[in-house]
């Protein structure tokens, strides 16, 4: 897909930047993809705009971090075309409502350990991550 729209609309088509690990988020439940999230590494053009492209979104996990790779880098991200995902997925970022109830759902004890975890707190989810952990039942 990046090829095709590289040749379009005469974009260069980067493919230094990679995905390091292997998340196998294939078939797997909403807590074993928030659990293993994707990370990546190459050169990054600073100041440069990027579009990204996968071919299924099902939590957004995967364009969120390379989305946070580019930026953490000095580059600017303008879209992510996706082939097909789910329909919950549409919208890729969290809102500040989510963010609110999530913490009054799940205290601070869920969040202190994901930013430990991950390097950051709720207001990094995507919409589908934090709708999952709203879903999700307190212990």
Known sequence: MAEYLGRKLR???????????VVGHTGADGFSRLARQAEFDGIVSKDTS???VD???????????LRGFLIHNGA???????????????????????????????G????TWWI????FGYDC???SEARYLLNTPTT
């Open 76 to 106: 600017r991200v303008l879209g992510g075309p996706v082939l097909t995902g789910k329909t919950y997925s549409a919208i890729l970022s969290s809102n500040e409502q989510q963010t609110i109830h999530l913490r009054e759902k799940h």
């Open 55 to 65: 071919d299924f979104i099902g939590q957004g996990g995967t364009l969120a971090n």
């Open 125 to 127: 989810l995507t919409h």
């Open 50 to 52: 990027y579009v990204l």
């Open 11 to 21: 974009w260069r088509v980067e493919t230094s930047i990679v995905q390091t690990n």
């Open 116 to 119: 430990s975890r991950f390097g």
């Open 108 to 111: 601070s004890e869920l969040e």
